[in-house]
């Protein structure tokens, strides 16, 4: 394992980085005391994309008014701004 403290981590991050990468757990100190792990991030298989039609007509349906034409939402948006 390696210990770096704050200010060698700042000069030679580059280098950090290849370590851990290869495998090699790397601490970053201040004043002795570990403050930081690097670590590498884990790759996350992407997930397929997915339509949830159901849910989509759901919301359509929750949206729908009778006056839900744009003709009449100007209208009504008209009307308001003049109340």
């Known amino acids: 394992m390696s210990d770096y403290s704050i200010a060698e981590a700042k000069n030679q991050l580059p280098k950090l980085i ?24 884990e790759q996350a298989e992407p997930k397929p994309f997915k339509w949830d039609v159901e849910r989509l007509r759901k919301l359509q349906e929750a949206g729908r008014t009778p006056t839900s034409g744009q003709t009449d939402t100007v209208k009504a948006m008209r009307d308001d701004y003049r109340y």
Not at 18 to 41: F, K, N, Q, S, Y
Request: avoid cysteine.
């Open 18 to 41: 290849d370590r851990m990468l290869a495998g090699e757990p790397v601490t970053i100190t201040r004043r002795g005391r570990a403050v930081a792990r690097v670590v590498p991030i």
